[in-house]
């Protein structure tokens, strides 16, 4: 679907700068924005792949474990029905925590690790269960202590403070968590309640 939304924006822009007589810079842009989009992209990669060996270190060392033990009481309330000391809630903590440091890219491989040990745990190749909702939810409305990238695109532009932002990215990141999760779980007790069929 995304792919027509933006060959539409590329055509109509394309068409109005040549109507406007413009099209000269719509080609410069487009050359200058791709040699920025590839400076961008290294900029960030650097930030994502330290901390993500820095996850890889922690996991190794045992401190995701610890981490897992920390959340253990309050995940296991939300995620009912799987193994507290599985991989499945250990993937969950893993990405939980990548998105706690800002870290959306990092945290995927851990994301799409969870959903197949969901899928494992609960037996279910064809709906999603309220765990993976749950799950899937929470990693889209992630709770950020650090953002990460959000902070090293910030730098990159010339901030003086990149992590200025942070009481904002808090207050919005808490409330934007707790309405999610408010609103799953009262649609699956809705949808238990009329006797629905899980999607």
Do not use: H
């Not at 897992?68 to 296991?76: G, K, Q, Y």
């Amino acid at each position: 679907m995304m792919k027509w939304v933006f060959s539409a924006l590329i055509l109509s822009a394309i068409i109005f700068a040549a109507v406007s007589g413009d099209i000269s810079n719509v080609s410069e842009a487009a050359l200058r924005e791709s040699s920025n989009a590839v400076t961008l992209a290294i900029s960030l990669a650097g930030v994502i792949c330290l901390w993500s060996g820095i996850m890889r270190v922690a996991q190794k060392a045992g401190i995701t474990e610890m981490l897992a033990s920390a959340f253990r009481p309050v995940l296991s309330r939300l995620f009912r029905g799987i193994n507290a000391k599985g991989k499945a809630m250990q993937y969950i903590v893993l990405n939980l925590t990548a998105n706690l440091l800002g870290l959306g890219n990092a945290s995927t491989p851990f994301g799409i690790a969870a959903m197949k040990e969901l899928e494992r745990e609960e037996g279910s190749s064809v709906y999603a269960t309220d765990n993976m909702i749950l799950f899937v939810v929470m990693n889209t409305a992630s709770l950020q202590l650090i953002p990460t990238t959000v902070a090293a695109l910030r730098l990159k532009n010339g901030s003086a403070d990149p992590m200025e932002i942070l009481p904002a990215v808090w207050i919005v990141s808490s409330l934007t968590l707790i309405t999610v999760v408010i609103i799953t779980k009262s649609l699956s007790k809705l949808t238990r309640v009329r006797g629905g069929e899980q999607i």
